[in-house]
């Protein structure tokens, strides 16, 4: 299958936003695009394009790209930060007219987990 562009926002929630169930999930991770982050206060947004793929190099490298940039961003907001880790919320237009799908990706010190959301 062809990898594709597509919109993301992506926004940090401080605390824990915990579904009853969290199911690991094997969808595209994202490949953000560095010159559209803009940092504010309390929060990150991260609009697109951004490169889908689902098991290739250049997917790891885009994890560990987005997990330094939060890393880095989370010192202005390590303090509030929880012991379950930050909690981002990844929305995009699906394939349907107007319908989205969100995903929650879990960055703590153990590393980034992908899991579903409700």
Do not use: W
């Amino acid at each position: 299958m062809r990898p594709f562009f597509i919109l993301i926002s992506i926004s940090i929630t401080l605390g824990c936003s915990t579904p009853s169930v969290k199911e690991n999930v094997q969808h595209p991770v994202i490949l953000p695009a560095p010159q559209s982050m803009q940092l504010q206060e309390g929060q990150i947004d991260l609009k697109g394009p951004f490169y889908l793929d689902v098991d290739s190099e250049e997917a790891q490298q885009a994890v560990a790209f987005l997990y330094d940039f939060l890393q880095s961003a989370n010192k202005k907001i390590s303090d509030d930060k929880a012991d379950t880790g930050t909690v981002i919320k990844l929305t995009y237009p699906g394939a349907k007219p107007l319908a989205e799908e969100a995903y929650e990706i879990s960055i703590d010190e153990a590393g980034i987990e992908v899991i579903a959301s409700s």
